[in-house]
């Protein structure tokens, strides 16, 4: 037997032994997956991958926690430098971003048009992560917004939970100003170097800084201008707690100091974790703007799962995801009691738990409201720029503490947007 | 073997030599020439992502009709024109201190000086960001001192937040010129300074007339050394201000705009290799001059 004989026999008995591991150990691999916040997406990833691992004890999870920014600069880096091996098996992606990670990297992330039924989620979440008729990842949250106000601070300044149904910003900023005479407490905590107030009231009469076909709408969009007329109003009536950055920002609430808190529903959790305050939070639909076409609901947020293409456990991934976020009922009605997370699958809104009592705001059924603003949520079109759009508008923001025209701060953006979309 | 004419020539064609340096040369075409000429390629494309078309020039004309770019652009410059010769001055004057001898404790405020730069470069942003926030340390204290009635708002209003981002990087830095000096300073024959007193030159002029001009090279390496480390300057303000060069802008550098350019808008490779090639052109710029200003002139 000549040398290449033998070398050919071992590599055929190589292959063939790999072969039988292989399918004798399929799916028995550890799937990575990065994501943000620990109270939320993190914690609610381990539920979903305890019960998966229930029933396929073989796979076992590996929930990597970092920074929201952390997760897309690491994914973009390693993204364009083509080295796969940095890569997760799943990543979660906010929806703003979806469209720009899909277009700009194609064939990064997986197909799962026939392996997943989109029909039971949410349309506007499918859509946003559909491109050229295929659809990738898997819908998960929803930031459906809700106006969280502390009834005690409201009572002192001598308004009732009715009081607080279906405000005008108008009525909202004279509710501020009474809650800081009576109680000297802020209205609102402001994150000034941010511009997501300004999206969830834009949002919520129907707008985008994108018209539906993708092109700029800065100059002349309606909705943007109330939007930003109103935060005007709010900073120079002074009504705000002033916060550089998410922690701050979120300390401004959870330390007592202001009344009242406008963002998306994964916030619940948070405001939650104040054991201290059970009781003394309520939940209302946010305000509405003084423009045509507006209502009281709105989204901030949200963001769903992604697999892989080039991951070795891609199927072992997928069929998870599947298993658990497209179908699994009780799993949605668990991560909602424990972390107030509204699902996008619509199944699971007639689960028992979206009608249940929540203690901590005073019995009130908080998940039914939810679920009935998230039916209302105007649709709107993302788009690819989204970020960069939004750092014009947030580098504007001081202007308009200081008093300038709204009109010339639009044009000042429309300016700068055009610069950064290229 | 006597060294001829020949001798260069000879060790041209020695391959021993070339040998030894061949890794040396190795990993700085990999690591060094090949990324630079990469992006200087790079830099005449544009395109979201990998999706990458030839561009010629249109980058460049992209900078000039982008306010985003001019804005880090003035600001990067501001950091540089401001900071670079407070800190200068500041390091040199401290240098001149704390190079007498008779002072008490002398090691300690020397270390104490040079600690800042020691730190980790994260971990004193955040630590001044924290200082500085709204119901900081520091705003409580100049509450409590009755030198401001309302607090400042330092990572909130644009001009503060660029005082901010001086500040750290004044502090951070100071110690770390001071010690070239103070090298330096060892170096000056003493008796240069004895004959000057003897002849009554009083202390401030000893220091300009006799300190200045003989510490002229360190003064001008280390002023190169800041002006490329304050162009390209980047962590302070990415860990100020969550990497948005917030707020309006204020803090946003060359850097900063590139590492957005890159990892957080709709990559664009082509546009931030363009930006990167402007702060080579930059850095290069000032150099020279400096070099200028301080030539021997005979």
Same mark, same amino acid.
């Given at each position: 037997?000549?040398?290449?004989?033998?070398?050919?026999?071992?590599?055929?008995?190589?292959?063939?032994?790999?072969?039988?591991?292989?399918?004798?150990?399929?799916?028995?691999?550890?799937?990575?997956?990065?994501?943000?916040?620990?109270?939320?997406?993190?914690?609610?990833?381990?539920?979903?991958?305890?019960?998966?691992?229930?029933?396929?004890?073989?796979?076992?999870?590996?929930?990597?926690?970092?920074?929201?920014?952390?997760?897309?600069?690491?994914?973009?880096?390693?993204?364009?430098?083509?080295?796969?091996?940095?890569?997760?098996?799943?990543?979660?992606?906010?929806?703003?971003?979806? *469209? #720009?990670? +899909? @277009?700009?990297?194609?064939?990064?992330? &997986? %197909?799962?048009?026939?392996?997943?039924?989109?029909?039971?989620?949410?349309?506007?979440?499918?859509?946003?992560?559909?491109?050229?008729?295929?659809?990738?990842?898997?819908?998960?949250?929803?930031?459906?917004?809700?106006?969280?106000?502390?009834?005690?601070?409201?009572?002192?300044?001598?308004?009732?939970?009715?009081?607080?149904?279906?405000?005008?910003?108008?009525?909202?900023?004279?509710?501020?100003?009474?809650?800081?005479?009576?109680?000297?407490?802020?209205?609102?905590?402001?994150?000034?170097?941010?511009?997501?107030?300004?999206?969830?009231?834009?949002?919520?009469?129907?707008?985008?800084?994108?018209?539906?076909?993708?092109?700029?709408?800065?100059?002349?969009?309606?909705?943007?201008?109330?939007?930003?007329?109103?935060? *005007? #109003?709010? +900073? @120079?009536?002074?009504?705000?707690?002033? &916060? %550089?950055?998410?922690?701050?920002?979120?300390?401004?609430?959870?330390?007592?100091?202001?009344?009242?808190?406008?963002?998306?529903?994964?916030?619940?959790?948070?405001?939650?974790?104040?054991?201290?305050?059970?009781?003394?939070?309520?939940?209302?639909?946010?305000?509405?703007?003084?423009?045509?076409?507006?209502?009281?609901?709105?989204?901030?947020?949200?963001?769903?799962?992604?697999?892989?293409?080039?991951?070795?456990?891609?199927?072992?991934?997928?069929?998870?995801?599947?298993?658990?976020?497209?179908?699994?009922?009780?799993?949605?009605?668990?991560?909602?009691?424990?972390?107030?997370?509204?699902?996008?699958?619509?199944?699971?809104?007639?689960?028992?738990?979206?009608?249940?009592?929540?203690?901590?705001?005073?019995?009130?059924?908080?998940?039914?409201?939810?679920?009935?603003?998230?039916?209302?949520?105007?649709?709107?079109?993302?788009?690819?720029?989204?970020?960069?759009?939004?750092?014009?508008?947030?580098?504007?923001?001081?202007?308009?503490?200081?008093?300038?025209?709204?009109?010339?701060?639009?044009?000042?953006?429309?300016?700068?947007?055009?610069?950064?979309?290229? | 073997?006597?060294?001829?004419?020949?001798?260069?020539?000879?060790?041209?064609?020695?391959?021993?030599?070339?040998?030894?340096?061949?890794?040396?040369?190795?990993?700085?075409?990999?690591?060094?020439?090949?990324?630079?000429?990469?992006?200087?390629?790079?830099?005449?494309?544009?395109?979201?992502?990998?999706?990458?078309?030839?561009?010629?020039?249109?980058?460049?004309?992209?900078?000039?009709?982008?306010?985003?770019?001019?804005?880090?652009?003035?600001?990067?410059?501001?950091?540089?024109?401001?900071?670079?010769?407070?800190?200068?001055?500041?390091?040199?004057?401290?240098?001149?201190?704390?190079?007498?001898?008779?002072?008490?404790?002398?090691?300690?405020?020397?270390?104490?000086?040079?600690?800042?730069?020691?730190?980790?470069?994260?971990?004193?942003?955040?630590?001044?960001?924290?200082?500085?926030?709204?119901?900081?340390?520091?705003?409580?204290?100049?509450?409590?001192?009755?030198?401001?009635?309302?607090?400042?708002?330092?990572?909130?209003?644009?001009?503060?937040?660029?005082?901010?981002?001086?500040?750290?990087?004044?502090?951070?830095?100071?110690?770390?010129?001071?010690?070239?000096?103070?090298?330096?300073?060892?170096?000056?024959?003493?008796?240069?300074?004895?004959?000057?007193?003897?002849?009554?030159?009083?202390?401030?002029?000893?220091?300009?007339?006799?300190?200045?001009?003989?510490?002229?090279?360190?003064?001008?390496?280390?002023?190169?050394?800041?002006?490329?480390?304050?162009?390209?300057?980047?962590?302070?303000?990415?860990?100020?201000?969550?990497?948005?060069?917030?707020?309006?802008?204020?803090?946003?550098?060359?850097?900063?705009?590139?590492?957005?350019?890159?990892?957080?808008?709709?990559?664009?490779?082509?546009?931030?290799?363009?930006?990167?090639?402007?702060?080579?052109?930059?850095?290069?710029?000032?150099?020279?001059?400096?070099?200028?200003?301080?030539?021997?002139?005979?």
């Amino acid at each position: 037997m000549d040398n290449r004989t033998i070398l050919s026999r071992f590599a055929a008995g190589a292959l063939a032994g790999a072969s039988l591991l292989a399918s004798t150990a399929a799916f028995a691999g550890e799937i990575t997956i990065w994501c943000w916040d620990p109270n939320f997406n993190v914690a609610i990833m381990k539920e979903a991958g305890a019960r998966y691992t229930a029933k396929h004890p073989e796979t076992t999870f590996n929930v990597v926690d970092f920074a929201k920014a952390d997760v897309e600069q690491k994914l973009q880096t390693a993204l364009s430098s083509g080295t796969t091996d940095a890569l997760p098996d799943i990543v979660l992606i906010e929806d703003y971003g979806a *469209q #720009k990670y +899909l @277009q700009s990297f194609p064939g990064a992330f &997986a %197909a799962l048009s026939d392996k997943i039924d989109y029909s039971g989620f949410a349309p506007y979440k499918v859509q946003l992560m559909t491109l050229d008729g295929a659809v990738y990842g898997v819908p998960f949250d929803s930031g459906v917004t809700g106006l969280y106000y502390r009834k005690d601070y409201l009572e002192q300044a001598g308004f009732k939970p009715e009081d607080m149904q279906d405000l005008t910003w108008d009525r909202f900023i004279e509710i501020g100003k009474a809650v800081e005479e009576k109680t000297g407490k802020k209205m609102l905590g402001l994150d000034v170097n941010d511009a997501g107030f300004v999206r969830i009231l834009m949002q919520s009469a129907g707008s985008w800084y994108f018209e539906k076909d993708g092109n700029l709408s800065i100059e002349g969009n309606a909705a943007l201008k109330a939007a930003l007329e109103t935060e *005007q #109003k709010i +900073l @120079q009536a002074n009504l705000h707690k002033p &916060a %550089a950055g998410w922690t701050e920002w979120v300390s401004t609430f959870t330390s007592g100091d202001v009344a009242t808190v406008t963002t998306g529903v994964w916030i619940t959790g948070t405001v939650k974790a104040q054991a201290d305050q059970a009781g003394k939070w309520g939940v209302a639909p946010i305000p509405k703007l003084n423009v045509e076409g507006t209502s009281n609901a709105s989204n901030l947020g949200g963001s769903s799962w992604y697999v892989i293409d080039s991951s070795a456990e891609k199927d072992e991934a997928i069929d998870f995801l599947n298993e658990i976020y497209a179908k699994d009922v009780d799993f949605y009605q668990k991560i909602l009691t424990e972390r107030g997370a509204v699902g996008s699958l619509l199944a699971a809104r007639t689960g028992p738990a979206y009608g249940e009592a929540d203690a901590f705001f005073g019995g009130e059924k908080v998940w039914q409201n939810f679920s009935d603003w998230l039916a209302k949520v105007p649709s709107v079109n993302y788009g690819i720029f989204t970020n960069e759009v939004d750092t014009a508008v947030t580098a504007h923001l001081p202007d308009l503490a200081s008093g300038a025209d709204v009109d010339e701060v639009l044009k000042a953006i429309q300016s700068q947007a055009e610069g950064q979309i290229q | 073997m006597a060294a001829g004419k020949a001798g260069g020539l000879k060790r041209y064609h020695d391959l021993n030599g070339w040998l030894f340096i061949a890794p040396s040369i190795l990993l700085i075409s990999i690591f060094l020439v090949y990324p630079i000429l990469r992006s200087l390629y790079l830099s005449f494309f544009s395109g979201k992502g990998m999706m990458m078309k030839f561009a010629g020039f249109g980058n460049v004309v992209r900078l000039s009709n982008d306010p985003v770019f001019l804005q880090a652009l003035t600001n990067t410059i501001t950091f540089f024109v401001v900071q670079v010769p407070i800190m200068i001055v500041l390091a040199l004057l401290l240098a001149a201190v704390l190079n007498n001898d008779r002072l008490k404790f002398i090691g300690f405020f020397r270390t104490a000086i040079f600690l800042p730069c020691v730190a980790s470069l994260v971990a004193y942003s955040v630590l001044f960001k924290s200082m500085f926030s709204v119901d900081g340390v520091v705003n409580q204290a100049l509450l409590a001192l009755h030198l401001t009635d309302a607090p400042i708002g330092w990572l909130t209003e644009p001009f503060w937040a660029k005082v901010l981002v001086i500040l750290a990087i004044t502090w951070r830095w100071t110690g770390y010129n001071m010690i070239f000096y103070l090298a330096a300073l060892q170096n000056i024959d003493r008796s240069i300074y004895e004959a000057a007193r003897i002849d009554g030159v009083p202390a401030w002029a000893r220091f300009v007339y006799i300190t200045v001009p003989m510490l002229k090279p360190v003064i001008l390496f280390t002023t190169i050394i800041s002006t490329i480390g304050t162009i390209q300057l980047f962590d302070e303000v990415y860990n100020l201000t969550e990497g948005r060069g917030s707020p309006a802008n204020a803090t946003l550098t060359l850097s900063l705009y590139i590492y957005n350019l890159t990892f957080r808008f709709m990559p664009s490779f082509g546009y931030a290799a363009t930006i990167s090639y402007v702060i080579v052109i930059m850095v290069a710029l000032f150099s020279f001059l400096q070099f200028y200003a301080a030539r021997d002139r005979s």
